[in-house]
């Protein structure tokens, strides 16, 4: 429980601050990109911080609600910033266009939905998304899947067309991340922390590379 706790409160610290380097890049240049980063990462540090809450004050159930949806879609968000430096813009504009509709639908549909209070009652456990019926969780798949592949795809193309060890990190941290909500899916919540703890890392780490000299700048370029 502590472990779970540290890793999720890490996870939490280190989106924020991602969230708020690329904030401050969208205030900038008000780019449908760099919002689409934005967007993913500010999700990624609610989604951890809830995470982080439920182990030392348990489970609200408003916060749960905007929890899972949170951590449901962020990475559809990531994905759609990494497809603005990889197809053309109007296949970028088209995917964060579905996506963002998807996510406000399953806020509809979250917020609808009934509640198993005995798994909100479960303090310092990975419940996942099993409070929620199952017609709540089919949204899950329909961001996290195409969203992963957008990710992923697109920083180890990055990676392998640019020559790019920071895309190579990137996309590393985020089949990890994805990995981690494949087996929570499966019925093994406990890896989520992990997973996304060193998932983040690596992500942060690629972030960090791009910004050396000489180095491609492939997160920035994805956002710019």
């Given at each position: 429980?502590?472990?779970?706790?540290?890793?999720?409160?890490?996870?939490?610290?280190?989106?924020?601050?991602f969230?708020?380097?690329?904030?401050?890049?969208?205030?900038?240049k008000?780019k449908?990109?760099?919002?689409?980063?934005?967007?993913g990462?500010?999700f990624?540090?609610?989604?951890?911080?809830?995470?982080?809450?439920?182990?030392?004050?348990?489970?609200?159930?408003?916060?749960?609600?905007i929890?899972?949806?949170?951590?449901?879609?962020?990475?559809?968000?990531l994905?759609?910033g990494q497809?603005?430096?990889t197809?053309?813009?109007k296949?970028?504009?088209?995917?964060l266009?579905?996506?963002?509709?998807?996510?406000?639908?399953?806020?509809?549909?979250?917020?609808?939905?009934?509640?198993?209070?005995?798994?909100?009652?479960?303090?310092?456990?990975?419940?996942?998304?099993?409070?929620?019926?199952r017609?709540?969780?089919?949204?899950?798949?329909?961001?996290?899947?195409?969203?992963s592949?957008?990710l992923?795809a697109?920083?180890?193309?990055?990676f392998?067309?640019?020559r790019?060890?920071?895309?190579?990190?990137?996309?590393?941290?985020?089949?990890?991340?994805?990995?981690?909500?494949?087996?929570?899916?499966?019925?093994l919540?406990e890896?989520?922390?992990?997973?996304?703890?060193v998932?983040?890392?690596?992500?942060f780490?690629?972030y960090?590379?791009?910004?050396?000299p000489h180095v491609?700048?492939?997160?920035?370029?994805?956002?710019?």
């Amino acid at each position: 429980m502590m472990m779970n706790l540290v890793l999720w409160g890490f996870a939490s610290a280190l989106s924020g601050y991602f969230a708020y380097r690329i904030f401050r890049q969208w205030t900038a240049k008000r780019k449908p990109s760099h919002l689409a980063w934005f967007v993913g990462f500010f999700f990624y540090f609610f989604s951890a911080l809830g995470s982080t809450l439920s182990y030392v004050i348990g489970w609200d159930v408003t916060m749960y609600r905007i929890w899972y949806v949170t951590a449901a879609s962020l990475v559809a968000f990531l994905g759609a910033g990494q497809l603005y430096f990889t197809v053309k813009p109007k296949w970028a504009h088209l995917f964060l266009g579905l996506i963002s509709v998807l996510t406000v639908a399953m806020f509809i549909k979250v917020f609808n939905s009934p509640l198993a209070v005995d798994k909100l009652a479960l303090h310092g456990e990975e419940i996942g998304g099993t409070a929620l019926p199952r017609a709540a969780r089919l949204y899950s798949p329909m961001l996290t899947i195409p969203g992963s592949l957008a990710l992923i795809a697109g920083s180890f193309y990055t990676f392998v067309r640019r020559r790019s060890k920071s895309g190579l990190w990137i996309g590393i941290g985020s089949l990890i991340i994805a990995m981690g909500g494949m087996f929570t899916r499966l019925g093994l919540p406990e890896i989520l922390p992990v997973a996304n703890s060193v998932g983040i890392s690596l992500i942060f780490y690629g972030y960090a590379l791009s910004s050396k000299p000489h180095v491609i700048r492939t997160v920035e370029n994805a956002v710019n």
